[in-house]
């Protein structure tokens, strides 16, 4: 299992974030609906709980470039988009973080 904010399995996600409400985000490819609960590891937590858009996108810019070879366009079109998400993420709130349940996929 991967933390859903940084992408990262080591270390393993062992928080969970439910949101407040789902919310959509549309892009020129497709339409994402987030509704679930965001699984997430002890190094992102204080970053989502502070609100640090700019730390938790230099993660997860790090979490992709792990193992895939992406061109300057794709690397700045996913920055792009998972700032929209965690932008998104953020105004619709999130609840307090929980421990997430052993064996949780």
């Known amino acids: 299992m991967r933390c859903d904010f940084c992408g990262h399995d080591n270390p393993p996600p062992v928080w969970s974030f439910a949101q407040k409400k789902g919310f959509t985000v549309v892009t020129e490819l497709d339409t994402h609906r987030f509704e679930a609960p965001w699984a997430c590891c002890e190094i992102c937590k204080p970053l989502v709980v502070k609100r640090q858009l700019h730390l938790i996108l230099a993660r997860a810019q790090r979490g992709m470039l792990d193992g895939e070879m992406l061109n300057r366009q794709e690397r700045?079109?996913?920055?792009?988009?998972?700032?929209?998400?965690?932008?998104?993420l953020f105004n619709a709130g999130l609840k307090d973080p929980v421990p997430l349940e052993p064996g949780t996929d």
């Open 76 to 88: 700045r079109f996913q920055r792009w988009f998972h700032k929209k998400v965690f932008q998104s």
